[in-house]
């Protein structure tokens, strides 16, 4: 998709216009940062898991360190966002970025375990303000279908990237485990050109945004306005998982134990996503009146696989719910967006994405557990299908004689 050369800001006249694709390009790249840490090391787990055998506990530890970034975003994100509204966003980015270069690098120097665990915990903080900056700067450069059109290239490219990161992570631990963590030094190349590129607030509109951010700290922050989207967003953020962690253990299940073929599974899936995310910028306004449908395309999709006795049927069914989930994120998104004044949106945009990480690192334990509960992943799946699908009739009768949404103004979910 073209990046557009000239979209210009809107919030009180903070930021100069943001012309050029120079911005947006860093702000995508620095999205996908969050992304690279979870999928990176997938491919070098079994090779880490015999290097460090003889640690007690390794049999738990070394799959804790894909899971432990992504909880401590999910912790830390509210924090973050503070941070971005008293301290500004730009500066935070770019020092959030040098710090994700140096604390990702750690690993290739130490041959603690658990000094590696705690690495990338500290990891997970300096994605924690990545995320949260990059989404709240969307936010904060664009306005209208723009910012819905940057909003859904945000998950486009998340979902692209995934992709191309567990390709370029496998083909690095052919040298070694230890050799993937050298992608993470790419934020030494980024922070740099983000503290040239990227718009700092106009100097006459300083003032204005300190009287923003102190009117902020007397009122409370709308919490209301943000609660029920947050909890809607947990249950998201699973369904946007579900393909992606457990796709791998339902084709074994159906007898198709082939690397090649697995990837060449996971990859249509990521295309249907990143399919659904372009769909969702050719569509109107509303994003709330959508959810409903969107709700009930991932619950077929979880259906058809829960029930697939075949390849291409599974396939199909995976489809299905991607093409629902590129759309479902990046609706969530916007309307989260849509709720929050300039002085609340790096708290705002914090929350959501705590939000959004804590069904990342909720989305395996459900399916361990609905899997111990039906004993077999499958139904596991199809349970879930049916409970998305109660979601979606819950959310139809909510927004069923819902207002048109107005800027800042609470929706009806």
């Known amino acids: ?36 840490g979870a999928v990176l090391l997938a491919p070098v787990m ?18 804790l360190m894909l899971t432990v970034p992504a909880l401590s975003l999910a912790l830390l ?3 973050a966002g503070v941070v971005v509204d008293r301290l500004g966003r730009k500066r935070l980015l770019v020092a959030a970025t040098v710090l994700y270069a140096l604390f990702g690098t750690v690993p290739l120097w130490l041959d603690s375990l658990y000094g590696i665990v705690i690495s990338r915990a500290l990891l997970g ?8 900056c990059c989404t709240t700067l969307i936010g904060d450069y664009y306005t209208g279908k723009a910012r819905d059109r940057y909003l859904a290239m945000q998950t ?6 995934a992709t191309v990161f567990f390709v370029f992570g496998g083909a690095l631990g052919a040298v070694g485990w230890r050799a993937p963590f050298w992608l993470y030094a790419v934020g030494l190349l980024l922070a740099p050109a983000m503290a040239r590129a990227l718009p700092a607030p106009a100097p006459d509109a300083e003032r204005v945004q300190m009287e923003e951010r102190l009117q902020a700290g007397r009122r409370p922050f709308p919490v209301r306005r943000m609660a029920g989207l947050c909890l809607l967003t947990v249950f998201g953020a699973i369904v946007f998982y579900t393909v992606p962690v457990e796709m791998s253990y339902l084709l074994d299940d159906l007898g198709v134990v082939s690397t090649g073929a697995i990837g060449a599974v996971t990859a249509i899936a990521s295309a249907a996503t990143v399919l659904g995310s372009v769909v969702f910028t050719r569509l ?4 709330q009146r959508r959810l409903p449908a969107l709700f009930l395309l991932c619950a077929a999709g979880f259906l058809v696989m829960g029930t697939a006795d075949s390849l291409p049927l599974l396939l199909a069914g995976a489809v299905l719910n991607c093409v629902g989930t590129g759309l479902l994120l990046p ?10 004044d300039f002085a609340d949106r790096g708290r705002g945009t914090g929350l959501w994405t705590a939000a959004f990480f804590l069904g990342e690192f909720l989305c395996p334990l459900v399916f361990l557990g609905g899997k111990g509960a039906s004993g077999d992943l499958a139904w596991a799946i199809a349970l879930f299908g049916l409970f998305t699908l109660l979601v979606s009739a819950a959310l139809a009768l909510f927004t069923r004689g819902a207002r048109p949404p107005q800027q800042h103004a609470p929706e009806q979910l």
Do not use: K, N, W
């Not at 486009?156 to 990237?161: D, E």
């Not at 109107?284 to 994003?287: Q, V, Y």
């Not at 609706?331 to 929050?340: D, G, V, Y």
């Open 1 to 36: 998709m073209p990046v557009p050369a000239d979209l210009p800001a809107r919030d009180h006249g903070a930021y100069p216009a943001v012309r050029g694709r120079l911005p947006a390009t860093l702000l995508m790249a620095g999205s996908c940062l969050p992304i690279l």
């Open 156 to 161: 486009m490219c998340a979902s692209a990237s």
């Open 46 to 63: 079994p090779r880490m898991q015999d290097h460090f055998e003889a640690v007690p506990g390794s049999a738990a530890l070394v799959p």
């Open 331 to 340: 609706s969530l998104l916007t309307l989260a967006m849509s709720r929050l």
């Open 284 to 287: 109107t306004d509303r994003p």
């Open 125 to 132: 903080v300096a994605e924690a303000a990545i995320m949260t």
């Open 77 to 79: 994100a509210p924090f």
